[in-house]
């Protein structure tokens, strides 16, 4: 590329060679770019930490999980898995993730007994409610 400067400084330059310094409405001379952007993608922060055991594991991560959802909300909460610091092919996911009828997902921990909820206060409930032994 002959030009490698800012587009800014070659506009500007383009503008004041044709004579155009006085113009107020300077229309852009140069167009946005024709690839499309690319799309966001997924990643993953792995936080560790220590715990007792799995079940005191799994409360601390989910935990960790809601408080940060509450502080970022673009954060992925039904992505978040837990597993042990050796064993990453082990994870296991800490929400349940189920569809429901208008396509939001369930935000309850996973395992959980019960109706399915969306997430919120007056979130929509679906499912066959508690069945035998989820007492």
């Known amino acids: 590329m002959r030009d490698n400067r800012?587009?800014?400084w070659r506009q500007?330059?383009?503008v004041?060679?044709?004579?155009?310094?006085?113009?107020?409405d300077r229309a852009a001379l140069i167009g946005p770019p024709r690839r499309?952007?690319?799309?966001?993608?997924?990643f993953t922060v792995h936080l560790g930490f220590t715990a007792a055991g799995m079940v005191d594991a799994r409360e601390l991560a989910v935990a960790y999980a809601e408080a940060l959802s509450l502080l970022r909300?673009?954060?992925?909460?039904?992505?978040?898995?837990?597993?042990?610091?050796?064993a990453w092919h082990r994870a296991e996911r800490l929400f349940c993730g189920a569809v429901g009828p208008d396509g939001e997902r369930c935000v309850d921990v996973a395992e959980h007994p019960g109706f399915h909820h969306a997430p919120g206060p007056g979130g929509l409930g679906w499912g066959d409610g508690d069945g035998p032994g989820d007492g």
């Open 6 to 8: 800012s587009p800014h």
């Open 12 to 14: 500007r330059r383009a």
């Open 16 to 24: 004041g060679g044709l004579g155009a310094d006085r113009i107020r």
């Open 36 to 42: 499309p952007t690319r799309p966001h993608r997924f």
């Open 73 to 86: 909300p673009e954060l992925a909460l039904g992505a978040a898995a837990l597993s042990p610091a050796d």
